[in-house]
């Protein structure tokens, strides 16, 4: 992207406490204006620290971090103009939600109280919660709470807007409502959002592209789709989604396949993605539940077609989630559409099991 079209930018930024190992290693990352980045990963990984810094909350120990091309190093969180939502809400107790919203409106900017007022008003009705301004964030449901936490990091009309984890507090159902809500609101307003959770169904469906951390360094980013079909290496394949793997050794290579021998001595055909794989070093091969089928027609040509017994059997309603036993992997996740043909097999079943080339990927070891 080019300079102009930057508006967050981490440039050799790393994190350290009481000179310890660090917490973030050398971060380079460019975000781009408008754009909704997701910063996933598990415990103590470096995300949630990464946007603390980016927040003033937290100095960085090397590096520096430009908003909108300006150095924000030294510059404290008030000043920052950057519009912040907390997974435990912070809303101020003893003010009405109006009063919460246009708490930042009276800091920030030069505005008489009709304009105040109709600013309040406008956010409210953005976040559905127009006739609930006279009301105490206590008389709220926790969904209602954290959408006056949303427009209360919009209403003064940030460039940026940070989210901590703002829906890990609520139910399944809510979560996933507020999540199409805040996807919604973005899309609506353009404002760039920073993101950070650990929840990958989460960052799949609200982002423009995800960052996976592991151990502080970014593995990899990259759009929604093309994270999930198209792990850059074994550990965003399984933190992404479910996924199968199997460990192996590569036998041969022609372009950009390979033929892996694994344990059991069965040999399976893949995608070669890691470059530095050569003849008889170790893979990991990682392969998608959904995309494998059972029992395929004689006229199918799968390059990968193996024998297996059936364990497990959970009826998930969409589809039949199916544990088996093949080529040594005996934990082996296929998922069967409710519809199929195939959703009244029995625990026990011996049944055949078929992938392409391109589904399975040889990633690192």
Known sequence: MSAEDILV???GVQKSYDGEQLVVKDLNLDIAKGEFLTMLGPSGSGKTTCLMMLAGFEPATHGEIYLDGRPINNVPPHKRGIGMVFQNYALF???????????????????????????VQKTLDMVQLGEFGNRRPMQLSGGQQQRVAVARALVFD?????????LGA?????????????????????????YVTHDQSEALTMSTRVAVFNDGVIQQIAAPDVLY?????AFCAQFIGENNTF????????GETCEVKLVDGSVVTSNKIDAASAVGSRTTLSLRPERIEVNPSAKSKYANAFEGTVKELIYLGDH??????V???????VKIPNSSEHASLSVGEKVKLGWTVEDCRALDA
């Open 93 to 119: 107790p003893h003010m009405t939600v109006a009063e919460n919203l246009a708490f930042p409106l009276q800091v920030r900017k030069q505005m008489n109280k009709a304009e105040v007022a109709e600013r």
């Open 9 to 11: 930018s981490f440039q």
């Open 229 to 233: 079909e198209k792990p850059d290496n």
């Open 247 to 254: 460990v192996g050794e590569i036998m041969s290579v022609k």
């Open 327 to 333: 080529c040594g992997n005996d934990e082996f996740i």
């Open 170 to 194: 609520l139910d399944k159902q809510l979560r996933e409502q507020m999540q199409y809500e805040i996807k919604h609101i973005h899309e609506q307003l353009g404002v760039t959002v920073v």
């Open 320 to 325: 039949i989630r199916t544990v088996a036993s």
């Open 158 to 166: 940030p460039e940026l807007v940070l989210m901590d984890e703002p």
